[in-house]
């Protein structure tokens, strides 16, 4: 290794509310490989977006062979010689492979393309990588691998230096990934630096060379990856104080009320089971892309299933559609609040009665005072801040945004009630009064099952953890094992 | 300026631009008014309204398409081919019933049809352009073939020809039937839980499938629906003029299109209903009726209906931000 040939010092990103990067500095050498690793959320990506371009630094500097180098966009990233290859990965399906690597700079100064030339010199960037393809194929025909390797050939193109790879594993089988492997150690012996983002941690020690851990925003501790253990970076990625507290409840955990039987999504790599109690808040963790909301979705009937079976207090469901969960007792407060859980421009009361349209009928036809007072009810109920029950939730905060999804869900009286990142984007405050709302069902002898990417909400709020990896129920967690580095040893 | 004042001011600017179509209406009426002296004489009015009843009828058709999600164009060309249906078939059996049950049957048939392929092909507004304009190349080529492209004179039974040409209490039939329609129609879109679960599924089928509503059945019953509308509306205009041409409902699906939506039924779905159907209705027909009375040609007049849409396009999309 020849010495420092990239620089970050001192960058910061913020983000309305958020410090996505405090004060980050890293340097890394010419052939070296770099993991780089955190929970969700701890900065990686963004650091990533800062050095291709994609964000502009709120301060700090990059520093290429000891010079300052202004990136402000991703075209003068590629120029400097930095190349990101991200997760969802950047290529046009349409196009043969060779129009990909060249894009847009197919000729020079309108000159007219030289076809053969770029397929010839498409080629010898494939060749480099022991790619044997035809450029001229179609991207779209190409495996996730493939296009991988078209992206990796593209960053060759323009001489790169430093390739940043966001998770570049996540869709690759055990074959792939060997060839992966074997192509970034050859990059390595042509001395170019490569960053390498994963979750999965057995990866990072058998390619990489040192490992830098983010957490919050900020580089936790960077060394060689020799030197350290799984337990180690484990401990580094979650050692944190838990600062945010959490309304006590007592814990009255009784009968079961919902069994889940080898449940597979269409599509999905594994059967999950698992059983939920009434008064029973059960968290589900696991980093993004474990599969929780998408064995949610297929709990719930959205998406289609493959296999298995959902009993509701003993009873099978007759199918799998939201139509038949939310008959048998079933409530699914999805992630994607504005696209799913609401009609954005729809009023705050035609959203809260629309799940149990029966509760606003009298004689066979709706009746406009009833559908007040059940929206007037909820709106005190759990303190929806609004001028009046008419307004549109597209007027709402987040938090009350929320709050409207939780009252139309109420409005059904639904024993179980699952919660898809239940608080995100919405304030501290009104956390803590979601918080209070789902211990308050528990009271009632609701059960609920949580889904959440903020470990403290896991921690402070769940009777019991189970934690998900690869669309499988990795590990039951209860009691005292219910901790951080517990569950984050078996999300990675 | 005093705040109060102020405000007042601004909720009025806020009210007129949420009421822009009524402000339009009332303008025509006036328009009307001080254009012809002869605007507000009874016969004029109820001419007016016989007339406009056809698109009315048709314009609810149109409006259940957009309130569930799509739109429906093939409504012209189900027109023309229930049209030919019901009379051809009432002279050939001499039964006005079973021509008007052929008719019908026909128009659900027809709206059966393109609802069952939105839901096939979990169709928005892109996929209802495409397949109603197809579809309405079926439904024209079955008039044209049932006809052999040639008019069919007759309607024979007296009650048949009383649905275009009767008056109750010197009130046309045909705008009652079509008033009746869109009262039963409202009340089945804002009085019931059906028609609630059908404005939720077009405004945002996401959310509507959440919480368990039907949203292809959905789908179907207004494409049905729109179906349906357009043999009503082929019977109404057969009988008023005892004859029917396989090209009558050529340009009647933009009529009906234009007045929905100026009207105020919005394009997204889910928005609207019947008191924007009347509201456009009039308007389309106030137009018409002004521009007829002045005496301007009928090609002007295009042009003035085109940039009339074009309008309450925009205007639509505006209220939207």
Sequence with gaps: ?492 | MSDVEKSKWTRAGGWARDNTNLLLLVALIVAGALLSENFFSWTNLMNLMRRISVNGVMAIGFTMTLLVGGFDLSIGATLSMCAVLCVGIEKSSGSAALGMAAAIGAGLAMGAFNGVLMMVTRGGSGEAFLITLATGMVGTAIALTYCSGLDIYGVNAEWYKAIGQGNVASFPIAAIIWIVLMVVMQVIIKKTQFGRKMILSGANKKSAFLVGIDVNGMKLFGFTMAGLMAALAAIIMTSRTTAASPYSGNGADFDAAIASIVGGNSLVGGKGGMVQVLIGVMIYGLITNILNLTGIDSVVQYIVKGAILLLAICLDKLNRR
């Design chain 1, 1 to 492: 290794m020849s010495g420092t040939f990239f620089e970050v010092r001192d960058v910061s990103k913020s983000f309305p509310g958020v410090k996505a990067l405090d004060c980050v500095s890293m340097s890394i050498e010419r052939g070296e490989v770099r993991a780089l690793v955190g929970e969700n959320g701890a900065g990686k990506s963004t650091l990533m977006k800062v050095l291709n371009g994609n964000y502009k630094a709120d301060c700090g500097s990059l520093l290429i062979d000891g010079c300052e180098v202004h990136i402000s966009d991703p075209t003068v990233a590629a120029q400097k010689g930095i190349s990101i290859i991200f997760q969802e990965l950047n290529l046009v399906s349409g196009l043969s492979i060779a129009e990909n690597i060249f894009a847009g700079r197919l000729s020079e100064n309108g000159k007219p393309i030289r076809w053969r030339e770029i397929r010839k010199k498409a080629k010898q960037y494939l060749d480099r990588i022991g790619f044997d393809i035809d450029p001229k194929t179609e991207v779209g025909q190409l495996s996730v691998a493939g296009k991988q390797m078209v992206e990796i050939a593209k960053a060759l193109s323009y001489n790169a230096q430093l390739i940043l790879m966001d998770e570049p594993s996540a869709s690759l089988t055990q074959n792939e990934l060997e060839k992966l492997f074997a192509i970034i150690r050859d990059l390595k012996q042509k001395g170019i630096a490569v960053i390498y983002i994963s979750h999965r941690l057995e990866e990072i020690f058998s390619i990489c060379d040192t490992v830098t851990v983010m957490r919050d925003g900020q580089i936790i501790g960077t060394s060689a990856v020799k030197d350290v253990t799984k337990d180690k970076l484990v401990e580094m990625m979650v050692g944190r104080e838990i600062s945010q507290t959490f309304p006590q409840r007592e814990h009255h955990i009784q009968e079961e009320v919902l069994r889940v039987e080898n449940l597979i999504r269409k599509g999905g790599k594994a059967k999950i089971s698992f059983n939920l109690h009434r008064g029973e808040v059960l968290g589900i963790a696991g980093l993004v892309g474990a599969g929780r909301t998408e064995a949610m979705r297929a709990l719930y009937g959205v998406d289609y299933i493959a296999g298995g079976s959902v009993y509701v207090n003993g009873k099978k469901l007759s199918s799998s559609s939201p139509q038949a969960a939310k008959e048998a007792g079933i409530a699914f407060l999805t992630e994607d609040r504005k696209e799913e859980g609401l009609t954005i421009d729809f009023s705050i009361k035609s959203n809260i009665v629309m799940a149990k349209l029966r509760t606003i009928v009298k004689r066979a036809f709706l009746n406009n005072a009833m559908e007040n007072r059940v929206a007037d009810k909820y709106i005190q109920a759990i303190k929806i801040k609004t001028p009046s029950r008419n307004q549109k939730v597209l007027n709402l905060s987040g938090g009350n945004q929320q709050k409207v999804v939780v009252a139309k869900w109420f409005n059904t009286d639904s024993d179980i009630i699952i919660m898809d990142e239940p608080t995100r984007g919405i304030d501290v405050g009104a956390k803590f009064e979601i918080y209070e709302i789902i211990n308050d069902l528990v009271s009632q002898g609701k059960a609920v099952i949580m889904i959440s990417s903020e470990l403290p909400e896991i921690l402070g709020m769940s009777d019991r953890v189970l934690v998900m990896k690869s669309d499988a129920i990795v590990a039951e967690l209860i009691g005292a094992r219910i901790n951080a580095v517990d569950i984050m040893n078996y999300a990675f």
